[in-house]
């Protein structure tokens, strides 16, 4: 399948009585043998993917960028159909079926062929757009995806909202951070050292070991404990932070009634069980 940027230049020289009503570096979608139809009045589902591309502006899809990722989502779609013999305006299980199979192709396929989360999330989310436009239109049955229907807050209003069954779950941004940026990384071991943002000592800087906490420790120390971050003056504290084994009692309960293990734990020597 072919997908081209419409132009409307030279348009005079078309044979036709008027320029086309397609906006230009509108994505257009056509078969490997140029034709539209298959027989008089039986045209092929790339004309209803055209017609759905062509009122993407009027649906809150301005920007040609986001008319390319759709035509390229649907063609991948389409090629993939075509393939394996499945009309994409067909039944709705049929499609179920060859979503499922899509899946496997996207997610779990060659590498080449593979996409990350996101990406097939943002694909599901164009068909599932194709489809309910199709729905809407007269021209497909029904749509080939399954919805959950939840609620959240919105501008302090309750409003309800549906997700895609079909789209996968990604990490928050936050979880994904895996280094420090420079500048920050910086200034963050001048603090650690006792410096200050212009890398001379701070005068308000006491030492690593700072006020105590309730358990004993300071505070640097249980931040490096908590956290994974150590320098050798931190693992001397935590060191001196932890109990001899003379003064401490492992504990165990019983096993649980379905054969579990029982918990165990380490407590001072002179505590009471």
Known sequence: MQLISFSATGWESWDVAQQPLIREQMPVLIDDDLLLEDAPGVPRPAVFVNQWL?????????????????????RDWLTFLKGRGVSPLGSRTELRAALSMYAEYRLGGKLKDRWDPTTWNLNMGILSSFYTWARDEGIAADVPFSYRVGRRMADGVLVEVERNLSK??????????????????????????????DGEPDPRYRGRGGPQRGDGRPRVVQWSASTGVHTPDDLRGAAAAVPSAEATRAVSAEPTENGGRGASCVLPSGSVW
């Open 54 to 74: 062509r009122e993407l502006p009027l649906n809150g899809s301005p920007a040609p960028r986001t008319w390319q990722n759709s035509a390229g989502c649907l």
């Open 168 to 197: 996968l779950r990604t990490p928050r941004p936050h979880t994904t951070i895996k280094y420090l940026e420079r500048d920050f990384a910086e200034l963050f071991v001048r603090g650690l050292a006792g410096l200050g943002p």
